[in-house]
């Protein structure tokens, strides 16, 4: 189906079917029990599951398949964003003008960043893209390209936001926020009460989720397609690729490309979603996040960017709201003593510690896990299987796995 | 005239810190072949060092002074450094006001200790393993290091002042015979002094010592100093050691031009990276030289003639200036052929 092998569509529906629930499977506690803080079926964190989920399914094609490690895909979601906010200020609030025109200049900028990049490889290139990124977030933070033309571009530090007095001349009365085609805000949301349990329908998340799928699907031809084998012999041995005549660069640079669109797309559907875009969002921590989604996750794999997104995101949001007073509720039940002695432990890494935490995950999965979650779960499945483990496993630091 | 004068002094202090860290990456890059993100961290722990060592000699004991009364009426209380109790006040409150060239003590071993922890404890482990796992696990680390900071000094900046002897400025116009003063503040100058005799130690160590000829040959073909039944995995750690105390040397001097902070180190990394890829991956020579060029070049960027033209280059002057370089001339400014060619 879809043109697709049929463990390739079995992924793809099972991915649509978690994705469209989702607002179900991500609020399995009824609202107001203890539980509830782990629910994460909350419009807001919904959006950035899967506008994150394409972020790093784009880098994925190009770190998972060519092995190329760029340190700076952030800026292309920095500059998708800024695309779509102008498209705000410059027509009007529907949606469906910016994310075209997102697409289309993070793939101009990632044509020009990669052609140059590209001449080199291995830990140059990393650095390169990483110069440029922080070039680019240089420029972007301090507006210097506004000041050199004496305009507005990205409003520095303030960030870019649609104004009253900005011209929006396809503009109606009623328009306020992102739409969709006039047909439907993105904001709005239908709540479904069930019993104790309350399920939000947002609309952008629908069209976020519906956006990732297709996202996804488009990745799963690139995996399956000859120019994804080629890609995956570029990761494999470049210098025999290049022996036997081949002019490697050209895929690698197609492959670049493709991976900035995904992030620009990811870009503006973050200001689809927010009419705002700021200069942070290039930042090179912004960078390092997305790679360590898809390590996380399983680079090379086809879920493992999704599962990786949606697994730091998740506990970003959970870690990140535990205090001192939730430590002590969940410590209760040992001896006073104890219960103090466990909190001062783990207090420095939730709350605001939660990126130590990520730092020391990060560290875990690349020593033990290099294949990341989706590794983690085959070696699981091994053991329950009861198979001995093959000592010709695929190794996800290596040869590209499922 | 007296204006490019001035440029050029006011890019040595942050040339000289980006000699000195990428100094110590190129060290590391050339002896281990590792990629080491974390060496921004190593820098800011260094600087660390110099908040750590003041807070250190601060302790103080509180008394109540019945003569003095505050405001309310109320005995005053008087915190004494306890150092000051030790030595008297004269000479315990000059160890306190000459706690950051103090520090350089307390900082060699460590960062002697740290580097050689990583290594063993962590790098090891990564020869084998592709480079970009190498970049991806030292820069987990560097954010550990950093949230581990952050986590006991807080995420404020904390001023660290240096000695009073070598406060305010020293007047280069005077010296040179100019009309003009060309004030420089003092401290700097003694950075730029101090970065100068760390550069030559280390070169005239590799150059001069058996131990250094040994890691020269060892950069060489690791393979053959091997075979002849030198341990030359002992003394790359060593070298890692050492490479770790050059960055942390020069975070601690550092400390007064910048009140350090938990992220400094990332925002010097970033740049240090250039400057190495400028100078030339594996070249030692090269990474001293980038370092004061790109410094140099960022102030003069920074003058208000050049920024009435293009405003802002000084903040991107470095990035535009490697990326021509890597364009023109792919192995940078002093690169060998053969290194990182894959």
Known sequence: MFGTAKRDTALLIIVAILTLFAPFLLNPFPAGSAMAQFNAGYPDLMQRFVIFGIFAIG?????????????????????GSYAVVWMYKLLDYNVIWGLPLAILVSGVFALMIGFISLRRSGIYFSILTLAFAQMMFAISYSDLLGRFFGTTITNGETGLQVYTSDPQILIDSWERVPHLLGLVEMRSTYTLNLGNWSFDFNAGYYFCAVIMILAFYLAIRIFRSPFGMMLRAVKSNQQRMNYTGLNTRPYALAAFVISGMYAGLAGGLMAAMDPLAGAERMQWTASGEVVLMTILGGAGTLIGPVLGAGFIKYFENIFSKINDNVLHSWFAFLPDGIEDFLVVIVHPFVGKGWNLTLGLMFMIVVIF???GLVEGGQRIARLFRGKPAKNDAPDGSKTPAE | MDAILLQIIN?????????LIALGLTLIFGTLGVV??????????????????????????????????????????????????????DIGGAIINWSVPLAIVFAIPVMLVIGYVMERGLIKHFYKRPHADQILVTFGLAIVLQEVIKYFYGANPIPTPAPDAFRGSFDFGALLGLDTALAYPYWRLVYFAFSAVIIAAVFAFLQFTTFGMVVRAGMADRETVGLLGIDIDRRFTIMFGIAAAVAGLAGVMYAPINSPNYHMGMDFLVLSFVVVVVGGMGSLPGAVLAGFMLGILQSFASMNEIKAILPGIDQIIIYVVAIIILLTRPRGLMGRKGVMEE
């Not at chain 2, 890019?11 to 000699?19: E, H, N, P, T, V």
Request: hydrophobic content about 45%; proline content about 5%; charged content about 15%.
């Open chain 1, 369 to 371: 896990l290099p294949g």
């Open chain 2, 36 to 89: 080491n993100f974390a060496h921004g961290a190593l820098f800011m722990i260094g600087a660390f060092c110099s908040v750590t060592l003041q807070k250190i000699l601060t302790i103080s004991t509180i008394s109540i002074d019945e003569t003095q009364k505050d405001f309310l009426g109320r005995p005053l209380e008087v915190k004494t450094p306890i150092i000051e109790n030790w030595f008297g006040p």
């Open chain 1, 59 to 79: 880098f994925n094609i190009l770190f998972g398949l060519t092995g190329y490690l760029s340190f700076g895909h952030a800026a292309f979601l920095g500059l």
């Open chain 2, 11 to 19: 890019g040595l202090d942050k040339g000289s810190a980006y000699a």
